[in-house]
């Protein structure tokens, strides 16, 4: 039996991509069984459409704060549109809301996220930016179990990239973003052989 990914997107979904391209429909190994994203507008959700998959919308209410009552009941009914697909792995593919407990509590270390820069250093929004403002010379990618903190979870892989002269933060997150998108179909593939060997 195909091992059951949901993929959460906020945004271009490039790493969703990755994920497409590697597991097409009927590859026996993983099977995405649903695409989902906090924004309508989200260009990844189009192509988990052109991909055949199914997709849906859970957005937030505006002004949400983490640990308000709004907050948590959106946290809630997203686990429950999430379970609905009985995923074996939740994918945070560029999702850019951090969860509350109650997301936590049903999925605990099943959900996992990629960050483009080598945790724990550069945590949060800016990775790229934040590694560039430091003027460090060796920055990458980092695929980690999420848990509450700000990407704080234990690390199950990561990759290396060099900081160029010259590079923006735009030339640097893209050149990471080559090197996560093959990080992050690794990290997949290998959890799904882990849990069908
Ligand atoms: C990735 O670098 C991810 O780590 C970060 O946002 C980027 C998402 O890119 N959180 P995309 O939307 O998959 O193209």
Redesign the pocket.
């Known amino acids: 039996m195909a091992f059951r990914v949901v993929v959460l997107?906020?945004?271009?979904?490039?790493?969703?991509?990755a994920l497409i391209d590697a597991f097409p429909a009927g590859n026996g190994l993983v099977e995405i069984v649903a695409v989902g994203s906090d924004v309508r507008e989200a260009?990844?959700l189009a192509r988990a459409e052109q991909a055949g998959l199914a997709t849906f919308v859970h957005e937030l209410p505006r002004f949400a704060k983490r640990g308000t009552p709004v907050r948590l009941a959106w946290d809630v009914a997203l686990a429950d549109i999430v379970s609905a697909h009985r995923p074996d792995l939740i994918v945070l593919?560029?999702?850019?809301k951090l969860f509350d407990a109650p997301f936590l509590e049903r999925f605990g270390g099943r959900v996992i996220?990629?960050?483009?820069a080598l945790l724990p250093s550069f945590p949060g929004m800016h990775?790229?930016r934040d590694a560039l403002d430091h003027g460090v010379k060796v920055t990458g990618?980092t695929v980690f179990v999420v848990d509450a903190g700000v990407d704080t979870g234990r690390i199950l892989a990561q990759r290396a990239c060099d900081v160029l002269a010259g590079d923006t933060e735009e030339t640097l997150?893209e050149r990471?973003?080559v090197i996560?998108r093959d990080l992050l179909v690794q990290v997949v593939r290998d959890l799904s052989k882990e849990q069908t060997a």
Request: hydrophobic residues 35%; glycine residues 20%.
């Open positions: 997107v906020s945004g271009t979904g490039s790493l969703l991509q260009q990844g593919a560029g999702f850019m996220n990629s960050h483009p990775g790229a990618a997150h990471i973003k996560e």
